[in-house]
Each structure stands twice: as structure tokens, then as C-alpha cells.
């Protein structure tokens, strides 16, 4: 797995994302703190991106904002829709 900085990763975001959807994610450091840029593959049914969302609020991570949660519940389930 590649690493970098969060400075190197600046000016080369694109070609890093290119590389993560290739199945190549990137660790980049900030801090004494790691941050994975990796694909996502939304899941099949909007429930189960709600059990992830669930699963994150309950998980021991910095707590987000009620604002935060709903515009990612929000873009979520809409992208987990079906098309039609």
C-alpha cells in the first residue's frame, strides 16, 4: 500500500483517486494520524448503507454532527437507489 503526506497528496488527489478505484488505495499521514483513500462500492439496498451509517455513529470515532449525519445519510440512500 502506498503511503504519503497530506502535502504530496495534495497535488496528486486525482491521480491517487485513479489509483484507490483501480483497487490501490493510499495511506496518507496528517498529524501522527492515518487517513486511507480507498474505493467504495455503495451497497445493493439502501437499508444496508443505513446499517453502515448506524454502525459508524456507534463505533468509537469522534462523534459527527446531527447536520453531518443527515446530509451523509441523505447522499447515501439517494445513491443507493435503483435506477429506474
Not at 5 to 28: C, E, N
Amino acid at each position: 500500500m502506498k503511503t504519503c503526506s497530506l502535502s504530496q497528496a495534495k497535488g496528486t488527489l486525482g491521480k491517487l483517486a485513479d489509483q484507490a478505484l483501480q483497487g490501490h488505495p493510499t495511506v496518507i499521514a496528517r498529524g501522527g494520524k492515518l487517513v486511507i483513500l480507498q474505493a467504495y462500492a455503495l451497497p445493493d439496498h439502501p437499508d444496508e448503507f443505513d446499517a453502515l451509517i448506524q454502525a459508524g455513529k456507534d463505533s468509537p470515532h469522534r462523534p459527527l454532527t446531527p447536520q453531518v449525519l443527515s446530509e451523509i445519510w441523505q447522499c447515501g440512500r439517494s445513491a443507493a437507489q435503483p435506477s429506474r
